[in-house]
Structures are given as C-alpha cells and as structure tokens.
C-alpha cells in the first residue's frame, strides 16, 4: 500500500488513510461501497438472464401493471431492476453505496433512486405495492432486520408483496465479495417476525443459483389476499 504511494506526501499519506478510515466507518453498504468496481465488473453488470432475474420475472408478473414497487439493495439495478422495469411496475429504488447508485443512475436515468441505507430510509415518502430486497437483509444485524421488517410492512398497502432472498436455515457466514459477516435468521424465525406485523408467507422457493425466496403479502383490514394482476 505504502508503495503505492511512495510519491505522495507522508502529510498526504497520513491523512488519505485517515480520511479512508472515516469513510469506512461511515460506510452503510455493508463493505459494497470498497467493493463497487469489482460488484459492477461482474453482478453489477448482469443481463436480464443473470441468477435471480427469472425468479424476480414471474413475482412481478403476479403484481398489477404500473404497480409501485421499491428495490431495496439495488445496486446497479441489473439484474433485478431491470425485470421490475420491463414487467411494466413504477419503480423506485433504493442503495446505500454511492458509486452503486451512480451506475444506477447511468442505468436508469428514469427511475427514481435514493443513496441511503434500507434501515434510515424514508422511503420515498409514500406507500407502495412491492417490496424487494434481494441479496440485502441478511447483510443487517439482527435488529436491524427486524426493524426493517417492521418498516417493510409500514410502507406496504393491505395486500402489498414483499419478496426477499435469505437462507432457510439460521446460519452466519462471511459475504463472498465484502468477506463481512451476513445472517440469516432462518425460515421460522422470519416467517414468526413477519407474522408480528401482519405480514403472511405465501410460499418459499429456490432459484438457480440457490438463493432461497420469501413471498408475503400484507395481510387486513380488510385485505386478506395478497394483490395479483388481473
Ligand atoms: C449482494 S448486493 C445485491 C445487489 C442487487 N440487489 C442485485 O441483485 O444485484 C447487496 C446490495 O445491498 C446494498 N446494501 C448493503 N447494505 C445496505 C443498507 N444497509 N442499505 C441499503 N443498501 C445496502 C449494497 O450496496 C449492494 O448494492
């Protein structure tokens, strides 16, 4: 590292590693932030075939046209973004790494899109119809994710779908790209948190790539089947 730099400064040095040290510490992207160049050189990059995209295709083919659906951890927005576009829904998305959203951005310039972090987001301001959070809650502390489930079912109309990717089982493992703890709090402990705010399971399925799916919907007042297409 130090050689790196060898023409720089120490007084530039010192301050570089400082300002990277504030930096990380302000990172709320779970270590996607440090790693964005290599996530766009590769998932971030995905066509519209890439692992998840056929799963995440026939969920939204469930939902009303022009529904509004929010795509929590969106990173660059391929390749599930991309799906939710193309099936015709009103997205909004939201990230918390910024070099993410600036390729987001690139991506789609029509979509609306938030640089903040799922567990201190406003949402947008509004409520919505879906909810994805592929690849993204089990990155959160376990408080986190129960909080974030909590604000999941705040923001979704009676009969709203959420649809998220965690294992099955309860399990803490190191993240592939970032090597920072994820865990999952496995299917019964999720289906118990979400049955707490009034959120019921639909079914769970795999994709190709093993990604283990979760498919509510909102449960009342009034409401008690999930919102389909017509
Ligand atoms: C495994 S990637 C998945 C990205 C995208 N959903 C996909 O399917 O390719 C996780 C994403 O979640 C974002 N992320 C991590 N922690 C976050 C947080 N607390 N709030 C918002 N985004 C977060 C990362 O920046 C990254 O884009």
């Known amino acids: 590292m130090l050689a790196a730099y060898s ?3 120490l007084q530039v040095q010192v301050r570089s590693s400082a300002t990277e040290r504030v930096l990380s510490m302000m990172d709320r992207s779970n270590g996607y932030e440090g790693v964005a160049a290599q996530f766009l050189a590769g998932r971030g990059r995905a066509p519209s075939t890439g692992i998840g995209a056929r799963a995440v295709r026939d969920w939204a083919r469930t939902l009303p046209r022009g529904a509004a659906v929010v795509d929590l951890g969106c990173g660059s927005g391929l390749p599930i973004t991309k799906v ?11 990230d918390a790494s910024p070099s993410l959203v ?13 640089c903040e972090s799922v567990e201190h987001s406003l949402f947008f301001g509004r409520m919505f119809d879906g909810v994805v959070a592929w690849g993204v809650i ?4 376990p408080e986190e994710q129960r909080r ?44 118990r948190q979400l049955s707490a705010v009034g959120l019921s399971v639909i079914s769970e399925y795999e994709d190709e790539g ?9 449960t009342g007042p009034g409401e008690s089947r999930p919102m389909t297409r017509a």
């Open 7 to 9: 023409h720089v400064p």
């Open 84 to 94: 939710l576009v193309s099936e015709d829904l009103n997205v909004y998305a939201i």
């Open 102 to 114: 600036e390729a987001f951005r690139c991506n789609f310039p029509e979509t609306p899109v938030a």
């Open 138 to 141: 089990f990155l959160l502390l």
């Open 148 to 191: 974030l489930i909590q604000r999941i079912a705040d923001i979704l109309v009676p009969g709203g779908r959420l649809l998220f990717t965690s294992c099955p089982e309860p399990l803490v493992w190191n993240d592939a790209m970032t090597g920072l703890e994820s865990r999952s709090l496995g299917a019964a402990e999720y289906r």
């Open 210 to 218: 093993q990604n283990h799916y979760f498919d509510a919907f909102k």
